[in-house]
């Protein structure tokens, strides 16, 4: 009886605690660009960041200015094809590199050790996707006239919406309402094909993080898009516009100019849903204990 006592106890501590948790782009956030796959750029580009590619690069049309200063300015793990552009700071590759005979500028290492795991960081970046995806939205979003999005919050530090990515195609003036100022906003967007275009810049004023966990592919032009992007699945295409802050992607097929602006961590406190399954499982153990006491009784 004492077993079943504690049991019931225990269970229900389980059940009604909350947890801390930490929004971090981990070792993705020194970085302006972050891709798991290949990187390719179509025309020239400017990045303020660093960039760091799993797969292949071809920076032959980039300049990667390096505005943090980071012990690398370019990471990649395959091979690397460039021709013009500048790199700021040392780039390592991990395969073979294809440069310019006059190639004065850019200093290279082909270290043994990678300075990232790039297997580990995709570990890491799906599952804080996939638990943002999965937490319930705080705020409301409504759109009007075909371009205009507007999104209502709590007054929290920390907002939660759900969008649809096929509802965003057409909006490119957001505004906003019981938001409070510098908060951060994470905004949940589904649909495996997303298309945005138009003005976003209204997203500078918070710390901001759109989640396509859905997406993979996502397309941004003519575009002034302030905020940060994790898309773990998704090639990111584009011809024209500019993205400030920092993006996670599987791969990297675009023009677009960014800007360096780093999506802050931040620590929430996430509440567990009843029944959790620590409930759960500690409430059928009860049953089962019940069960054999009445049969030895």
Do not use: C
Request: net charge neutral; glycine share 10%.
């Amino acid at each position: 009886m004492k077993l079943i006592n504690g049991l019931i106890l225990t269970a229900a501590f389980f059940a009604n605690q909350s947890f801390a948790n930490t929004i971090d782009l981990g070792v993705a956030r020194d970085y302006n660009v972050f891709v798991f796959g290949n990187y390719e750029s179509n025309n020239w580009n400017s990045i303020s960041g660093a960039v760091a590619v799993g797969g292949n690069a071809n920076i032959s049309t980039s300049t990667i200015s390096n505005s943090a200063k980071n012990s690398y300015g370019l990471v990649v793990g395959g091979n690397l094809t460039k021709s013009y552009g500048n790199v700021t700071g040392t780039t390592w590759v991990g395969g073979s590199v294809t440069k310019p005979q006059y190639d004065y500028y850019n200093s290279y290492s082909t270290a043994a050790t990678s300075p990232i795991d790039f297997v580990s960081a995709k570990t890491q970046l799906n599952a804080l996707s996939d638990n943002l995806a999965a937490t319930a939205s705080t705020g409301s979003v409504s759109y009007n006239y075909g371009t205009n999005g507007y999104l209502s919050g709590t007054g929290s530090s920390v907002e939660y919406f759900t969008l649809s990515g096929s509802d965003l195609s057409n909006i490119n003036n957001w505004s906003f309402s019981n938001i409070a100022s510098g908060s951060t906003l994470i905004l949940n967007v589904s649909g495996s094909s997303v298309n945005l275009t138009g003005g976003w810049s209204a997203f500078s004023a918070y710390n901001v993080l759109f989640n396509f966990y859905d997406a993979t592919s996502l397309t941004l032009n003519n575009i002034n898009f302030s905020a940060s992007i994790l898309a773990t699945d998704a090639t990111i295409y584009g011809s024209s516009g500019n993205v400030t802050g920092t993006v996670v992607a599987n791969n990297w097929n675009n023009s677009l100019t960014l800007g360096n602006s780093k999506f802050s961590s931040v620590a929430v406190t996430t509440p567990v849903p009843e029944p959790h399954n620590y409930a759960l499982l500690m409430m059928g153990l009860i049953v089962i204990l019940g069960f054999r006491a009445r049969k030895i009784n």
